[in-house]
């Protein structure tokens, strides 16, 4: 969670509201498929991330090569277990996000965003949701917990495809809680271009 | 000031020739401005249409180009009357600039092997040259002190023209490698745009403020001869030329509105024209809607001829405090004519966490956050103005007027606008409180070097040259060229800065006055004056839509209560403010100064009263009259052709003249075609996301120039001056009594004044 934030990208809470939100706790989102969100959500995004002892090769980027020419399903459950992470071609995440990519499918999970919407772009095979606490704390471990966003979303030929994400801060010193804009993901795949290209435009 | 050795160095002619400088060790370079020489400069690539020739580095026209040997940057020198002819090195010095006086303002260059093609914007007639150098003032020690009163012109005389120019330079060894006029063509006025076709056959130029394009035989300029194809009319404010890779086809650019112009057969013996729609921002758009879009200066295509890339405006597209909208690079695929940004879809998803039962806060349908804004403005494009493709990496270089940057965009993205990879601040030594650059202010015109690792960009508020070294390291890529002194009396050169700045908060807060009034003309958009209550705060301010009221501020997302909305076409500026006073839609405001003064409080919310608790106050006051001298005596108008008024358009005269139709009682011919004055008119038809006008009484505006700001009324509602006229009735005056000819010869007249 970004704690300095541009003042011309905010939305502004009243204290009030950000007190109850402190006291009230836990509000989850439900997932648009109760199956994914409970077995491919966040949580198998990341014990693919933590699957290896040894330090993991850099991700690639997604290449043509990896994209059946046939459309296909998109993972359901444990199958995005067998993902593999990608790199954008340019710019990067700051928010603690990885994207996977499993034929034609990426899977970008963020573990402390607490948004996100599909911007532009045709919806059919989207999918967005957020799980966890807005400023969770977990009192018998004694630990922060943060929330998660995920979004999938296909990568195919002559589509586009644009996603913001949205953090979400206290602000600085007695300043007001926000929300904002974070990174935007942006998916194309020209007509004609011989490789998809994924960019994450910066804050 | 410098102005005595400018006039020394005009009368003398003298420029730098490209090829012609000694080279290390003394030996002369070789010469490739004589026509005819052989070609290959330094290595650098032949022209594939005539191998004789050296290629030019680029034949797409900008502000600013660089021979073909890269040796020498010709700069034009719009407010100058002259082109800059700058020795294209790193340590470049004042001194080694020189300057080549014109016959009027040039607009873009295109330098080829022996051949510099300059727009030139209006040939002035004698009297309005004389006219003209009056407004720079006294001597020039005299022009440098501060309080130097501006010169209000006379837009009836400094309007007149002989038409605009094409111009062919060609080397001439008699002037030291300098060059020398060898063609000249009368275009219609204000020719702007200039872009070449790839075998150097044909030249398109753009006569913005006529509308119209013209299509040049240039085979022949270097023995003297050009030779117009074609003249086509075209949309308002024609700008920037792309012409494609296979030389069929251009693409035209307008300052006003979305679409482009696409000129079909360029290399047959009748080019036709025909709108190329190209919508702005869709993937920012709110569903259901269309925005308009402004300051369409430089269309650019890739390498590949594949991807048109035009810089702009999006008049509504929403976002994070986007009152005005945002900046985009709307991108059109060539080969299919469609848009390459995606669009917004109904039903898109978007979650997130839940806050206090998400109902006061994150509203699904209303969050901004997943609405669809793009980057920050901080680290993106304002008021983009000029443009070139980097083929080596993908991306675009855009010069930023309003942020004094150049922001390097990727081009491999459907919107560039919404990925900067690196920005360049250029701007420099900013004023405390007008918050303007004093160095590096308002890039406008950007070249890039043959390999692609120089950019040199020309910035028209502070007359410097900026060299950036694209790949050399952070911190030490910009060198700066001060090429020269404004011409302008002391605060009337101040007030420049501020017109094209963007970044003062209590004058431009993100746009700067170039924006909404280009050239101080007006974007053709019609605004939102919004009053409304956030969280008991009263807010008056435009907005570009209705909608984006949500958008305001530190008050995002909060209900917005008492709203409403009222009308206002942005108006033309130059050339309308040589009267003392009233201003303001209403006649509300006793002269200039206070119409800026409240007119800011309307642009950047509640100025007046937030300055009012500064001690500042008075200085941002004394920066608002600066302003004030440069739209009177800068922002010089629109250039007209002077000419005897045809049969329909002197029937026209003779009807707004007649005491039936009652025109030059409120619009009186000998000031400025109106009497001041406000009057209550029949109520217009409220339109469709606007609210009743609560004051009917609007002030009688200047007809002057009328001809060329389309759309009319405060609220946009009369699409073309036979519009207006015909479904007028008695509202002005009375013209119940016209026929269908008479409507038409009355509004032939009126686009003459």
């Known amino acids: ?203 | 000031m410098v102005r005595a050795s400018f006039v020394s160095l005009t009368l003398s002619l003298a420029v730098v020739g490209w090829g012609c400088q000694g080279q290390e060790g003394g030996a002369p370079a070789p010469s490739a401005s004589t026509p005819g020489s052989s070609a290959s400069i330094d290595g650098g690539p032949v022209d594939p249409a005539n191998p004789t020739r050296a290629a030019a580095v680029t034949l797409q026209g900008s502000g600013i180009a660089l021979t073909p040997d890269e040796r020498t940057a010709i700069i034009a020198g719009e407010d100058s009357d002259a082109l800059f002819i700058v020795p294209a090195k790193t340590d470049s010095k004042r001194e080694e600039v020189k300057m080549l006086a014109l016959p009027g303002p040039p607009a873009q260059v295109v330098a080829m092997d022996g051949l510099v093609l300059v727009t030139i914007r209006t040939l002035p007639t004698a009297e309005a040259k004389v006219a003209r150098d009056v407004i720079k003032g006294p001597a020039p020690a005299e022009q440098q002190k501060r309080g130097t009163p501006a010169i209000r012109f006379d837009p009836s005389v400094v309007k007149k023209s002989q038409g605009g120019l094409l111009l062919a330079f060609a080397p001439d060894a008699a002037f030291d490698g300098g060059l020398r006029e060898v063609a000249r063509l009368t275009l219609a006025p204000d020719a702007w745009g200039l872009a070449v076709t790839p075998d150097g056959a044909r030249a398109v130029v753009t006569s913005a403020w006529s509308g119209e394009v013209s299509v040049v035989d240039v085979s022949g300029a270097r023995e003297g001869k050009l030779a117009k194809v074609t003249t086509l009319s075209v949309a308002r404010e024609p700008r920037g030329v792309a012409v494609s890779p296979d030389g069929k086809t251009a693409y035209i650019s307008h300052l006003v509105g979305t679409s482009l112009t696409r000129i079909d057969d360029l290399d047959q013996a009748s080019p036709r024209a025909s709108e190329q729609a190209l919508p702005a921002a869709i993937s920012r758009t709110a569903l259901g809607t269309k925005v308009n879009a402004s300051l369409g200066y430089a269309p650019v295509i890739d390498a590949e001829g594949k991807t048109l890339f035009l810089p702009r405006h999006a008049l509504g597209a929403e976002g994070m405090e986007s009152w005005w909208g945002l900046p985009t690079v709307d991108t059109l695929d060539i080969p299919t004519g469609k848009p390459l940004q995606p669009a917004r879809v109904a039903g898109s998803p978007k979650h997130a966490l839940a806050f206090d039962g998400g109902a006061r806060f994150m509203p699904a349908p209303e969050w901004g956050a997943i609405e669809g804004f793009g980057p920050s403005q901080e680290e993106g494009v304002v008021q983009p103005r000029a443009a070139v493709y980097r083929k080596k990496s993908k991306t675009l270089l855009v010069a930023s007027e309003g942020f004094d940057r150049v922001v390097e965009l990727d081009a491999r993205v459907p919107d560039p606008a919404m990925m900067p990879v690196r920005t360049f601040p250029i701007g420099d030594g900013y004023d405390k409180f007008g918050d303007y650059a004093k160095s590096g202010g308002a890039p406008s015109a950007i070249v890039l070097s043959r390999d692609e690792t120089v950019a040199w960009v020309f910035c028209r508020s502070t007359f410097d040259l900026a060299r950036i070294e694209l790949d050399g390291a952070p911190g030490k890529q910009l060198t700066m060229l001060h090429v020269a002194d404004d011409g302008l009396p002391f605060d009337a050169a101040l007030g420049r800065r501020l017109y094209y700045n963007a970044r003062s908060d209590a004058l431009s807060g993100g746009l700067g006055c170039a924006s909404c009034h280009p050239d101080g003309r007006d974007d053709g958009y019609v605004w939102r004056e919004a009053h409304f209550t956030q969280e008991g705060g009263k807010t008056s301010r435009f907005l570009a839509l209705r909608e984006l009221s949500k958008f305001n501020g530190m008050f995002m997302g909060a209900p917005v209560e008492d709203a409403k909305f009222y009308a206002r076409q942005t108006p033309m500026i130059a050339g309308r403010l040589r009267a003392d006073g009233p201003y303001g839609w209403h006649g509300e405001n006793k002269d200039v100064l206070d119409r800026l003064i409240a007119g800011f409080s309307l642009h950047r919310g509640n100025w007046q009263r937030w300055s009012a608790a500064n001690k500042d106050v008075g200085q941002d006051v004394a920066k608002v009259d600066y302003l004030a001298d440069y739209l009177r005596s800068g922002l010089l108008p629109p250039p007209v052709v002077e000419r005897e008024l045809d049969a329909v358009e002197t029937k026209g005269k003779e009807i707004f003249e007649s005491k039936q139709a009652k025109c030059t009682s409120c619009h009186v011919p000998e000031t400025e075609l109106t009497d001041r004055k406000s009057y209550e008119l029949g109520r217009l038809r409220t339109l469709a996301g606007f609210d009743e006008e609560e004051n009917d009484a609007f002030k009688t505006p200047s007809l002057r120039f009328i001809g060329g700001s389309a759309p009319y009324f405060h609220d946009g509602s009369a699409a073309t001056l036979d519009d207006l006229v015909r479904n007028n009735g008695n509202r002005m005056g009375d013209t119940r009594h016209l026929q269908p000819d008479d409507q038409k010869a009355l509004a032939a007249y009126l686009r003459t004044l």
């Open chain 1, 1 to 203: 969670m970004k704690l300095a934030i541009s003042r011309t990208k905010l939305f502004v809470l009243s204290s009030a509201v950000v007190v109850l939100a402190g006291l009230t706790g836990v509000a989850f989102a439900s997932s648009p498929d109760s199956t994914a969100a409970a077995s491919a959500g966040p949580a198998g995004s990341t014990s693919a991330a933590t699957s290896s002892a040894a330090a993991p090769p850099a991700p690639k980027q997604l290449v043509a090569a990896d994209i059946p020419a046939e459309a296909s399903e998109a993972p359901k459950g444990k199958e995005w277990e067998s993902a593999r992470l990608i790199a954008p071609n340019r710019g990067n995440f700051i928010g603690g996000c990885k994207m996977r990519a499993l034929r034609e499918w990426i899977r970008v999970s963020c573990e402390s965003y607490h948004g996100a919407g599909l911007v532009a772009g045709d919806p059919a095979g989207v999918k967005v949701w957020a799980e966890g606490e807005l400023w969770g704390f977990d009192a018998k471990t004694n630990t922060s917990t943060t929330s998660h966003v995920t979004v999938d979303l296909p990568v195919r030929r002559g589509e586009s495809r644009i996603v913001t994400f949205v953090d979400f801060s206290e602000g600085d010193g007695y300043g007001p809680a926000m929300a904002g804009e974070a990174e935007t993901l942006i998916v194309t795949w020209r007509a004609g271009e011989a490789e998809p290209y994924i960019a994450v435009a910066p804050d």
